[in-house]
């Protein structure tokens, strides 16, 4: 079992950067691969990026090619995302989500541990 408590968000002009991180318990979390989801008030939760268990591979959700990063760093058992150049529609609680897969997807479905949530708040 995993525990995935994340940390990092708040409240940001536009065009400014924060860094999320997601800890997680459980010896195993090396064989996870990882996602980050957002969801805004009134919408569906939105894939925004995944990394696989090796770190190799990433994905990233159209919205946010090229501004976000995921990353993980097995020794302290965290994955980041570091989001740039951040817009409003940006705004939205952010989850970590682990997956029992080696590589991660974009289907919510296919994680079955999530954290609890951090609030990303980015002003015009």
């Known amino acids: 079992q995993v525990q995935l408590v994340e940390s990092g968000g708040g409240l940001v002009q536009a065009g400014g950067s924060l860094r999320l991180s997601c800890a997680a318990s459980?010896?195993?979390?090396?064989?996870?691969?990882m996602g980050w989801f957002r969801q805004a008030p009134d919408k569906e939760r939105e894939f925004v990026a995944g990394?696989?268990?090796?770190?190799?591979?990433?994905y990233y959700g159209n919205s946010v090619k090229g501004r976000f990063t995921i990353s993980r760093d097995i020794a302290k058992n965290t994955v980041y995302l570091q989001m740039n150049s951040l817009k409003p529609e940006d705004t939205a609680v952010y989850y970590c989500a682990a997956s029992g897969r080696v590589v991660p997807t974009a289907a919510p479905k296919t994680y079955g541990y999530w954290g609890q949530g951090t609030q990303v708040t980015v002003s015009s």
């Open positions: 990394i696989s268990v090796s770190g190799v591979i990433t």
């Open positions: 459980g010896r195993t979390f090396s064989s996870y691969a």
